[in-house]
């Protein structure tokens, strides 16, 4: 059967688009972080602190829920620095070199997720 725009999904379809909204939105929520980090190493930035903690909080639930395994301890990681950053208005530059090399192992966890589930037709 071919589904209509206004027909209803199933289930499965729909949490089949969920997942592809998951995936196709981890390029922009890299570049979040990069962007607010980015900010931060030239100084704190009340704001960045906050899009840094909010988008490393939000990815690491959101990996957590879609057996995104691979992705949570970087994720976590991130959103430890970010919580601490905002919640005490100052940081340390060492722990912007320690962002950077977490945001690094989050983009090769998001490497190896989508090898995984490029394999599995279901995913």
């Known amino acids: 059967m071919i589904s209509s725009p206004d ?5 499965d379809q729909l949490l089949a688009e969920v997942h592809r909204e ?6 922009d929520r890299v570049e979040t972080l990069r962007s607010a980090l980015a900010r931060l190493a030239g ?3 009340r704001a960045a ?11 690491k639930g959101t ?4 057996e995104a395994d691979e992705l949570v301890e970087p994720a976590a ?3 430890d620095l970010g919580l ?24 090769e966890a ?6 995984r589930v490029e394999g599995d037709a279901g995913g």
Request: no cysteine.
């Open 49 to 59: 602190a906050d899009a840094f903690y909010r988008t490393a909080h939000t990815l």
């Open 110 to 115: 998001i490497k190896s997720y989508r090898e």
């Open 43 to 45: 100084g704190y930035d």
């Open 7 to 11: 027909a209803e999904q199933s289930p």
């Open 22 to 27: 998951f995936r196709a939105g981890l390029a």
């Open 63 to 66: 990996a957590a829920s879609f």
């Open 84 to 107: 601490r950053w905002f919640e005490g208005g100052a940081l340390d530059p060492p722990e912007v070199d320690a962002a950077l090399r977490q945001l690094e192992r989050l983009v």
């Open 77 to 79: 990681a991130l959103t």
